[in-house]
């Protein structure tokens, strides 16, 4: 749990982050998303002190983080950032190695650490681990990033654009692993981005700030129905906001009683694929399918219809 | 770049369907030959056929009189020389493969250094001690085409630093043998090595002593001085403008600056007077070349840190190391390619400059190089200034394979 009271910081006679409040559960993922300017990133460096606040308190699992040294503090904290910032001159293993190393773990610990992590992101250890960052490709390099930011087993996760140089694809592809590492390893991730889609679909829930200032701090699915008014707004309304909305839910979640012809959809399809699948197929309703293969349901065009926005 | 031109040029030509003609013609003449090669072959041929190839002088101070290969060789060897010699241009000129010329141009070196040592038995009658024969402008012109042909198939052939160390190891070794095999004793310069022979290796030992410690005082003042700098721009705008001007000062007149305040000092400190420290001689030579050495040395390590990425350097500091760690496990690491390029430029740079410290005593290899000018000694010029080359040479080529080798785990 990390709690943020009244943090404000200044630089000079800029006011960079203006009274900031707010708390991320343990096991969660929270994304901070802004323009440039907005302070998020300033935000993100107050909580493992690479920038000090000039008000306010941080609190990780209920201890203040000014009440250790920085250095100590960043060692238990993972840190991630855009372009991953690997150092070039040393091995993959190395590099992964990095917080262990300054920890003091043994090297029998270190070396099986490395392997076990390089494994996670689905890196062969004997084909990566004495390669250099150069030898590798832009979605490596950010695995590798990822991968030595767990490395002492950090119960938070801080992580700064860190999908920002990566093409579409691959950048797909890093947010995907992202979700199923996190879900594994039941971390907490705070991450900074400026892209929208990309805070609603990882997030759990999204703070929105502007000018140094939290202008909402809420689950997706309530930035989307219920956008603070202002920036928010602007932010989020846009011609795609019904399918942003229906992308948070599962198909399981709206599912009605009843059958209905055609193929059948999976359950933990969302309802943004459900409803692609239903104008494609030109029906008002489609079956619903479970994992084994099952039908436990409809899902209707009308029910959609009702989850995909509030009425004017 | 070159060498892809007429491929580009055959692609192009294709579709239009006149591949045939294009292939089948030969190409001009200028496409078989080799640029470096020209000028290797208009500066040897200038060399054997326009300049004498050594002086015959009749003692050590008066001026001699030159003499071509043809004068200077028994018949044998002089038609054996200007017929490999001759060979050796046309395969510079030519575009040959960078093996051959490589070859070619280390037989073309290592047969003038056999033909040199011939000449003085050639033309001195054995009862006289008092003619001196040295090499001339074509022997010299001669070296230096053929040194050029050797450099430019090395540099064509791409070689790593270890071959290059090798190559000059072989350098070394080849130019000790000529030297222990005696082969070479009836020249000039060694005549003057053999009267000086104490004295030589006395002076070399100073002047790599000079060399070495005024770069050694440099980087132990200059890199912390550099550290300090990449972090305080204040004290960068200023130490920066002043060790320019430092640079600029003449070294004549910086030895010369040297000369009254620590005479002075000498005079009023009897501390300093016991260590040595004079108005003249060695102290001041040090402390001027360490003055010339901290530019490079600052100014390279305050550009090597600040080529370090900015979130390489970021990173370091989010994972929790410390001021220290990240200097010394990140940023210097990093920055190490850039220093060594600081470091080979005083290095090089103080081996030519120690020869004018002889001027106040220093000692050195310049020693010689004044000596022989005061006694128009030629051959004594030469017994300074060319092991000064030689040192400078070699500090060069060992300081560029270590600045390769450190460079590349760099990104």
Known sequence: MIELEHVSRRFGDQLAVDDVSFSVERGTITVIVGTSGSGKSTTLRMINRLIEPSAGTIRIDGKDTASVSGEELRRGIGYVIQGNGLFPHWTVARNIATVPTLLGWDSSRIAKRVDELLTLFSMKPEEFANKFPHQLSGGEQQRVGVARALAAEPGLLLMDEPFGALDPIIRAKAQEDLLAVQQRLGITVVLVTHDMEEAIHLGDRIAVMDGGRLLQYAPPAEILARPAHGFVEKLVNGADRPFRLLSLAPVSSIVEPGTAEGPPIAATATLRDALSELLWHQRDALPVASADGTLVGRISLAALRAHAGVPA | ?411
């Open chain 2, 1 to 411: 770049m070159r060498r892809f031109t007429p491929k580009l040029l055959r692609n192009e030509r294709e579709p239009s369907g006149v591949t045939e003609a294009s292939e089948t013609a030969a190409p001009p003449l200028t496409a078989r030959l080799d640029r470096v090669g020209i000028v290797v072959a208009v500066i040897a041929i200038v060399g054997m056929d326009w300049q004498s190839f050594a002086t015959l002088k009749p003692n050590r101070l008066i001026s001699g009189q030159g003499l071509s290969l043809a004068q200077s060789l028994p018949t044998l060897w002089a038609a054996i020389g200007i017929a490999l010699l001759s060979i050796a241009t046309i395969v510079a000129v030519l575009r040959t493969g960078a093996l051959l010329r490589l070859a070619v141009g280390i037989g073309s070196l290592l047969l003038l250094a056999v033909l040199i040592g011939i000449v003085p038995a050639t033309v001195v009658p054995p009862d006289n001690s008092y003619a001196r024969v040295s090499p001339a402008a074509g022997f010299w012109l001669m070296a230096f085409a053929f040194a050029m042909l050797t450099t430019d198939a090395i540099a064509k052939l791409q070689l790593g630093p270890l071959a290059r160390l090798t190559m000059l190891a072989g350098a070394a070794i080849a130019v000790a043998f000529i030297l222990g095999s005696g082969h070479w004793d009836g020249l000039s310069i060694l005549k003057e090595y053999a009267t000086n022979a104490q004295k030589f290796w006395r002076e070399g030992a100073k002047h790599i002593e000079l060399a070495l410690g005024s770069l050694a005082a440099a980087v132990v003042i200059g890199l912390p001085l550099g550290i300090a700098c990449h972090r305080n721009a204040t004290l960068r705008g200023i130490t920066l403008p002043v060790l320019n001007v430092i640079q600029t000062v003449p070294s004549m007149a910086m030895y010369g600056l040297m000369i009254v305040p620590l005479g002075l000092l000498a005079a009023w400190s009897p501390l300093a007077a016991s260590l040595g420290i004079r108005g003249i001689g060695t102290a001041p030579a040090l402390i001027a070349l360490f003055l010339y050495s901290l530019l490079p040395v600052v100014a390279n390590t305050v550009v090597g840190l600040g080529e370090v990425r900015r979130s390489v350097v970021e990173a370091a500091e989010g994972m929790g190391m410390t001021k220290f760690q990240r200097l010394f496990q990140v940023e210097l690491p990093l920055a190490l390619p850039v220093i060594l390029t600081g470091i080979r430029i005083v290095l090089v740079q103080n081996i030519g400059l120690v020869t004018i410290a002889a001027l106040i005593g220093g000692g050195g290899f310049g020693t010689f190089v004044f000596q022989g000018i005061g006694q128009a000694a030629t051959d004594l010029v030469l017994l300074g200034a060319v092991p000064t080359i030689a040192l400078a040479f070699t500090a060069a080529i060992l300081l560029d394979a270590a600045i390769e080798l450190s460079e590349r785990r760099r990104l």
